[in-house]
């Protein structure tokens, strides 16, 4: 589990814990940091992407360059 999906977890049992107590203002705190958690994740997502991105280009600079000395 990625720490946004541990965080979305906790968040959706103070949105509950609202609901059940009947206090309106922690379970809007809870919706919000509901959507912030999912933000988190999808931040997360993208960031492992350009990782690999930034990983292949690297790699693919790097074997032409040793092309370039291997002639």
Not at 47 to 70: E, I, P
């Amino acid at each position: 589990m990625m720490g946004g999906e541990i965080e979305q977890i906790k968040r959706r049992i103070k949105k509950a814990a609202g609901v059940l107590a009947d206090d309106d203002h922690l379970r809007s705190e809870g919706k919000l940091d509901q959507v912030v958690g999912k933000v988190k994740i999808k931040v997360e997502r993208v960031k492992g992407k350009l990782q690999q991105a930034v990983d292949q280009m690297k790699a693919a600079v790097a074997a032409k360059r040793a092309s370039r000395w291997t002639k």
